[in-house]
């Protein structure tokens, strides 16, 4: 199996979807469900054409403007993030926790954007007086586990 290919094998963190979604103004829409499963299946940051061939391979169809919507809708709730890489395509990862800021990991080999979790993310950066940083992403780049071996 390609190393890169959502397994079945959901990730081992619980995700903060549930807790987020009882929050969430709109309903949960098939396809906002079958976008969140298979986000949450994953660490890896997942493209729209690789959500939607993750869909259809689970035997679940919709168009690509549905998805868009149901991206869009998942972001604004705070449930999903998106990422850009240096390719300049949108990534998006379900979100596992509570915490505003997020680092990722990008493998210059094979391109994959996989997001890290519980990685400490505080700069010591100073902004000038009256700046208020509502959020950071960090990103490093570099060779993952499985383009090192």
């Known amino acids: 199996m390609d190393h890169h290919q959502v397994t079945s094998d959901a990730y081992s963190e619980q995700p903060a979807a549930p807790t987020l979604l009882a929050t969430s103004t709109g309903r949960?829409?098939?396809?906002?469900?079958?976008?969140?499963d298979i986000l949450n299946a994953t660490r890896q940051a997942l493209t729209h054409h690789?959500?939607?061939?993750q869909a259809r391979a689970n035997g679940v169809r919709f168009d690509r403007v549905t998805l868009y919507r149901a991206l869009d809708w998942l972001v604004v709730q705070g449930i999903v993030h998106k990422v850009a890489a240096e390719d300049r395509v949108w990534r998006f990862n379900a979100i596992r926790s509570s915490n505003a800021e997020q680092a990722h990991f990008h493998c210059t080999r094979c391109g994959a954007v996989e997001c890290l979790d519980h990685t400490e993310t505080r700069l010591p950066i100073r902004t000038p007086a009256g700046y208020k940083v509502e959020r950071s992403e960090i990103m490093l780049?570099?060779?993952?586990?499985?383009?090192?071996?």
């Open 141 to 149: 780049h570099g060779v993952c586990a499985a383009c090192a071996n």
């Open 50 to 53: 690789e959500i939607e061939s």
């Open 28 to 36: 949960l829409t098939p396809a906002r469900q079958t976008v969140i």
